[in-house]
C-alpha cells in the first residue's frame, strides 16, 4: 500500500484527487493540507509514502515546501502538481528534490500511474530536462557579474521582470506566488544587488548586460 498525502489550497481539489486515488487498491490518502506549513507538520506526523503538492500555495511556494519536506524526509516522494507549464518551477522543483511534475490537466489515469510510480521510486522528469539542470548546477552563472551570480535562479527570474517593468503582483501571477512572496524577493535581491531600489536593479541589470554585449 503506497501511503499519500495531498497539499492543495482548494478543498474541492483535494476532494477529488482522493476519491480518485482512494480508489485504487494499492493507493491510500493518509492526509490533507491546505498550506506548504500544514504539509511540513502533516509529513512529519503521518509519514506518506508520496505527498502530491500543489506549487502555488497561500502561505509559501509549494516548491520550498518539497525542499523542507525532502530534507527532513529524504525517502519521501513528492509529486508537484501546477495547473501552469513553467520552466523555472520545474528547474526549482527539481532542484529542491521533486520525484516529478505533472499539470493538474493531465488525466486521472496518467495521475494515478504517476503516483504510482514515484511511489516506487521512479521518476517523473524527462531526462533532456534533468540533463539541462544539472547543466545549470555545474555552470550557474559562466563569467557573469559576481553580484548577480548571488541569486537564486527564481530571483534571476524575479529581477528580469523587474527589469521589465512588472509589480510585484504582475510578477507573482506569473510564477504562483503570493505579492507579500514576491515582495520578499525583491527585497533579497536589492540586498545582494547592494541597491537601495527597483529602478537601480533594472539599471544594473541593464548595464551589466550591454558590458557582456560590447564584450562579447
Known sequence: MIKVMLVDDHEVVRQG??????????LEVVAEAGTAGEAVLRARSYKPDVVVLDVRLPDRSGVLACRDIRAE??????????????????????????????LKQIRGSELVDGVRRVGNGESLLDPAVTARVLERVRNPKGDEDPRLARLTPTEARILEMIAEGRTNREIGERIHLAEKTVKNYVSTILTKLQVSRRAEAAAYLAERRNRHDNDG
Open 17 to 26: 484527487l482522493r476519491s480518485m486515488l482512494d480508489a485504487q487498491e494499492d
Open 73 to 102: 524526509h529524504p525517502d519521501m516522494a513528492v509529486l508537484m502538481l501546477t495547473s501552469f507549464s513553467d520552466d523555472q518551477a520545474l528547474f526549482d522543483s527539481i532542484m529542491a528534490g521533486a520525484a516529478g511534475y505533472v
